[in-house]
């Protein structure tokens, strides 16, 4: 079954203080993986998107990257505006479900000042 | 300004009323799709469209319906809605197939 499993739930940090979200996943065929990030009330932002092993991808503090089994959402020196819910989706390479998409439940990111 | 539209963006039904949220794309994409969110569950997909008349299930599909008649258009049914389906609902749209999505700004339903 297709799955993708995000941690840790919840992370705070000092502005300043680097870290890293993880998501894991499991799918039947890798299409791509996506992050997104999600600012309260509002809908999810398109952040990157990885399409095999060894791939990285950079946004000012952002770096992800993807393995064969997880992804990593590098934070480096966090600001307070980073602040958001992260979240990471899947999109399998099979033929019945190349057009879904399967969405873990987010980290929850709190920058402190 | 491209932009992903829903209508309405507040509502609270009771059991059993028929009710549509609209969604709107002025993106000419040609993928979209229907989300729910729920605490702890994230966002589980309900049904997407690959383009005009051609629409599939998702993860969730019970209890909704949708149509897809204008590509910028795809409007979410619930013919008789009960209060397991109160949740935050989102739109979104993409370009193709292995493609990021935009989403809009959701819908929050209560169903009492």
């Known amino acids: 079954e297709d799955q993708v499993t995000q941690s840790p739930e919840a992370l705070r940090l000092q502005e300043g203080e680097s870290s890293s979200l993880n998501c894991s996943y499991t799918?039947?065929?890798?299409?791509?993986l996506f992050w997104y990030r999600q600012d309260p009330g509002k809908g999810p932002e398109f952040l990157f998107t990885?399409?095999?092993a060894g791939e990285e991808k950079e946004k000012e503090r952002l770096k992800a990257t993807l393995t064969k089994k997880e992804s990593f959402l590098h934070i480096t020196a966090p600001k307070p505006e980073d602040s958001a819910t992260y979240l990471c989706?899947?999109?399998?390479?099979?033929?019945?479900?190349?057009?879904?998409?399967?969405f873990g439940s987010g980290t929850k990111l709190n920058v402190k000042p | 300004e491209a932009q992903v539209t829903q209508n309405p963006r507040y509502l609270i039904t009771v059991t059993g009323k028929k009710l549509t949220v609209t969604c709107s794309q002025n993106?000419?994409?040609?993928?979209m799709s229907w989300y729910r969110q729920d605490p702890g569950l994230g966002l589980r997909q309900i049904y997407y469209?690959?383009?005009?008349?051609?629409?599939d299930k998702g993860d969730v599909p019970e209890g909704y319906k949708v149509s897809r008649k204008e590509k910028r258009n795809f409007p979410l049914i619930l013919e008789s809605p009960s209060p397991n389906q109160t949740s935050l609902y989102f739109c979104?749209?993409?370009?193709?197939?292995?493609?990021?999505?935009?989403f809009g700004p959701g819908t929050r339903l209560t169903v009492t």
């Open positions: 799918v039947s065929g890798l299409r791509g």
């Open positions: 469209s690959m383009n005009v008349e051609v629409t």
């Open positions: 989706a899947v999109q399998a390479r099979g033929i019945y479900n190349f057009n879904k998409f399967y």
């Open positions: 979104a749209t993409g370009t193709g197939l292995a493609d990021e999505q935009y």
């Open positions: 993106m000419n994409h040609e993928y």
């Open positions: 990885l399409y095999s």
